[in-house]
């Protein structure tokens, strides 16, 4: 089974920045696209980013776009997502996802315990 485990949340001012990390095991790690999720209290679970097996293709949500970057090691079985000019409105419990569809919509079956990201104005 795979496993996943976020780390690097925390409290920052706006403008601030701040890496989430996600240490996945369990399975090959290069064979999944991966993917950042956010939920906010009374929210629904939004998509924010995500990146391909070899890191070639990313997207990103509109309201991150410009602002965050995701990014994999395939080496140590990792994957970022590097957050600037932090806004309250980002304020969210963070989860990572892994998805193992080769071709066509992705299939988020594994899921992290979230981090918790906190943007005072």
């Known amino acids: 089974q795979v496993q996943l485990v976020e780390a690097g949340g925390g409290s920052v001012q706006a403008g601030g920045s701040l890496r989430l990390s996600c240490a996945f095991s369990?399975?090959?790690?290069?064979?999944?696209?991966m993917g950042w999720f956010r939920q906010a209290p009374g929210k629904e679970r939004e998509f924010v980013a995500a990146?391909?097996?070899?890191?070639?293709?990313?997207r990103y949500a509109d309201s991150v776009k410009g602002r965050f970057t995701i990014s994999r090691d395939n080496a140590k079985n990792t994957v970022y997502l590097q957050m600037t000019t932090l806004e309250p409105e980002d304020t969210a419990a963070y989860y990572c996802?892994?998805?193992?569809?080769?071709?066509?919509?992705?299939?988020?079956?594994?899921w992290g315990q979230g981090t918790q990201v906190t943007v005072s104005s």
């Open positions: 996802a892994a998805n193992s569809v080769r071709i066509g919509p992705p299939r988020y079956d594994y």
């Open positions: 990146i391909s097996r070899g890191a070639g293709i990313t």
């Open positions: 369990g399975r090959t790690f290069s064979s999944y696209d």
